[in-house]
C-alpha cells in the first residue's frame, strides 16, 4: 500500500481580507486620486463653459459617496414626507415652490460669481464638478417632482422619487468601483442591474409600509418601477437623467396600475 499523503500547508489568506495588501493598495492609488483631483476641475470648469456656448463637450462622472448620501437621504424624506404628511394638493404645492426656488437660484448662479462662489462653497461635498455652468441636479430632481405630482397619483410619484434617489447612486457606486461590461456609452451591465434590483426591493419595502396589496399587485408595481427606471437610466443622453428618471419610472406605473386595475389601501397602522 501506499504510504499516506502528507497534510497540505494551509493556503494563504485571501488579497481581499489581507490587512498588508489593502494598505498598500491604498497607498498606490493616492497619487491617481490627487491627479485626477487636480485634473477634472478645471477640465469640467472649462467644459462648462463650452457648453454654455453651444459646444458638445463629455462630461466627467466621478462617484461622490457624500452626494450619493444626500441624495437618497433627501429622496427618501420626500416619500416619507409625502406619505405622512402631505396629501396630493399638499404635494403638488411643495414642488411648485421648490421647483420656482430652484430656477431662480439658477437664474442668480448665472448672474452673480458672487452667489455662485458662495453656493458651490456651502454645496462643494454635495456638487458635481462643472455644475458651476450647468443646470444643477437638484434643479432638475425638483422640476421632476412638479411634472409628476401633477402627473401621477402618489404612489407612481413616491415609486419614481424612490428609483431616482435609491436607484441611482446604487447604479453609480457599483458601475464606478466593480462595471466592467459596457452596455451604452459608459454606463455598464453592473450598475445597470444594481439600478434595477435596489429599486425593485426599495418599492416592495415602501408598498409593504404604507400600503396593503397583494404580492402579483406589488410584484407588479416594483419590477415595472425597476426596469423602466433602469431603462431610462441606460438610454437616458437627450436630457439629465435627474429629470428623466422619475417621469418614465412614475409614467409606467401609472400605466400598470391603470392598465390592471390596481387600487393598493393604506395600510392599517395609518
Known sequence: PLPPLPPLPPLPPPTLF???????RRHCQRPFQAMEKAVVEPYENLAGLMRTAGYHV?????????RSIFHMLNSLAVVGGGEMLLDMDQLRSLALVCAVGAWTMELLKQRSDAFKRIMFQVLGAISRDGEQH???SATWFMSAMLVISWCNPKIACCIGTIA?????PAAAFVGSKFGSIKLYGKKTLEGTGAFAIVTCLATVAYLSLFYETS????AL???TGAITGAIAELYCTFVDDNLFVPVATGAAVT???GQFDIVPKS???R
Not at 18 to 24: A, G, K, L, P
Not at 58 to 66: S, T
Not at 215 to 218: F, G, I, L, S
Open 18 to 24: 489581507n490587512h498588508h495588501q489593502r494598505r498598500r
Open 215 to 218: 404580492a402579483t399587485d406589488m
Open 164 to 168: 431616482l434617489g435609491v436607484g441611482d
Open 58 to 66: 463629455p462630461q466627467v462622472r466621478n462617484f461622490k459617496l457624500a
Open 255 to 257: 400605466a400598470v396600475m
Open 267 to 269: 395600510a392599517a397602522w
Open 221 to 223: 408595481i416594483s419590477v
Open 134 to 136: 450647468n443646470v444643477n
